[in-house]
T-cell receptor
Framework: SAVISQKPSRDICQRGTSLTIQCQVD?????MFWYRQQPGQSLTLIAT?????????ESGFVIDKFPISRPNLTFSTLTVSNMSPEDSSIYLC???????????FGPGTRLTVL | AQKITQTQPGMFVQEKEAVTLDCTYD???????LFWYKQPSSGEMIFLIY??????QNATEGRYSLNFQKARKSANLVISASQLGDSAMYFC?????????????FGTGTLLAVQP
């Protein structure tokens, strides 16, 4: 498996501000993903973070709202921009290792927007 | 379109008993994988078990086993000898390997409460 860390683990933010979440993995991974879990809901894929190029976003998510970077194989960031209370969620980084079917998740970032 | 269905919003089980969490799926792909995750109240997603569509044997990992019935498109999770620490939300997920995005999609989850 992979050891995945996320920072911050939680934050409380004001409406209209932005927050950048970092994801660090201890091994080189083939694919990195960002998920959102709204309160009481299941997980929804935001985007696939591509190394050195623009992320691939799912329907309903746009780059202006959720810019993503992945400068190398082990690190990615997700920014939640111009936040509103509806952005209050757990944001999870997820990875797949080369040659493995399993997909692992980071500990999540619990975001509350006031 | 791919879909995961978990019909049990919540389940109770007595400590030390076995429990089955239901999961059905829908996909037109022949090659796919099925996953179960545990999410305690802390929010982390813990990988439990994986079953490939071409695996002939049901997957097992310690107290977890996956009852895979391909013709019925079901992939139920069986937890044997339940423990208080098993109380959590459980998600079934699927990834189809034939599609362009190859992404993991989730069911709505089942909240399991283990009673002493």
């Amino acid at each position: 498996s992979a050891v995945i860390s996320q920072k911050p683990s939680r934050d409380i933010c004001q409406r209209g501000t932005s927050l950048t979440i970092q994801c660090q993995v201890d091994s080189q991974v083939t694919m990195m993903f960002w998920y959102r879990q709204q309160p009481g809901q299941s997980l929804t894929l935001i985007a696939t973070a591509n190394q050195g190029s623009e992320a691939t976003y799912e329907s309903g998510f746009v780059i202006d709202k959720f810019p993503i970077s992945r400068p190398n194989l082990t690190f990615s960031t997700l920014t939640v921009s111009n936040m509103s209370p509806e952005d209050s969620s757990i944001y999870l980084c997820s990875v797949r290792l080369a040659g493995y079917n399993e997909q692992f998740f980071g500990p999540g970032t619990r975001l509350t927007v006031l | 379109a791919q879909k995961i269905t978990q019909t049990q919003p919540g389940m109770f089980v007595q400590e030390k008993e076995a429990v089955t969490l239901d999961c059905t799926y829908d996909t037109s792909d022949q090659s796919y994988g099925l996953f179960w995750y545990k999410q305690p109240s802390s929010g982390e997603m813990i990988f439990l078990i994986y079953q490939g569509s071409y695996d002939e044997q049901n997957a097992t990992e310690g107290r977890y086993s996956l009852n895979f019935q391909k013709a019925r498109k079901s992939a139920n999770l069986v937890i044997s000898a339940s423990q208080l620490g098993d109380s959590a939300m459980y998600f079934c997920a699927m990834r189809a390997y034939g599609g362009a995005t190859n992404k993991l999609i989730f069911g709505t989850g089942t909240l399991l409460a283990v009673q002493p």
